[in-house]
C-alpha cells in the first residue's frame, strides 16, 4: 500500500481527483492473506495507515490462481482459488468496505459464469 500512497504523492493530480483501485489477486499477489482473519484486519488497517478509506475508489474482486505471495496475477473465479470463500466472505463483510463499489473481474468472459461468481459472492454476505 506504501507504493500505491508514493504514486498518489508524486502525481500532479489533486488528491481529491485521485482514488485507488485494489485489485484482489493482486493484493494476495502481494502477501496479504485475505483468507485470514488477523491476515485480513492488517490489510484493513494498511489501506487505512497509507491510502485512507477516503482515497479507495473500487475493489475489483478475482480469486488467484496462484500461491499468495507469488507476485502473479492469474484471476480466478470467486470461491475457486487461493484466496478462496473465506477471503472474499471477510471482504463482502467488512464494515471499512460496505460502501466502496466492487467490481468483479475475473477470467471468464461469458454472461453465466459472471452471473455464478456474483451469486457466490451474495451468498458469502451475512
Do not use: W
Not at 477516503?54 to 474482486?61: A, I
Not at 463499489?101 to 459464469?113: A, F, G, K, L, Y
Request: with cysteine; aromatic share 6%.
Amino acid at each position: 500500500m506504501g507504493e500505491l500512497r508514493e504514486m498518489m504523492e508524486k502525481t500532479e493530480t489533486k488528491e481529491e481527483k485521485l482514488g485507488v483501485c485494489i485489485d484482489t489477486c493482486h493484493a494476495h499477489a502481494a502477501g496479504y492473506n485475505l483468507a485470514d482473519e488477523e491476515g485480513f484486519q492488517d490489510f484493513i488497517q494498511e489501506i487505512e495507515e497509507d491510502l485512507g478509506f477516503d482515497n479507495l475508489k473500487v475493489l475489483h474482486l478475482n480469486d488467484s490462481k496462484d500461491g499468495r505471495g507469488s507476485e502473479k496475477d492469474n484471476h480466478q473465479d470467486i470461491g475457486y482459488g487461493n484466496i478462496g470463500e473465506e477471503g472474499f466472505s471477510n471482504i463482502v463483510n467488512s464494515d471499512r468496505l460496505q460502501n466502496i463499489p466492487m467490481i468483479v473481474e475475473t477470467p471468464q468472459d461469458n454472461v453465466d459464469s459472471y452471473k455464478d461468481n456474483i451469486k457466490k459472492l451474495r451468498d458469502l454476505k451475512k
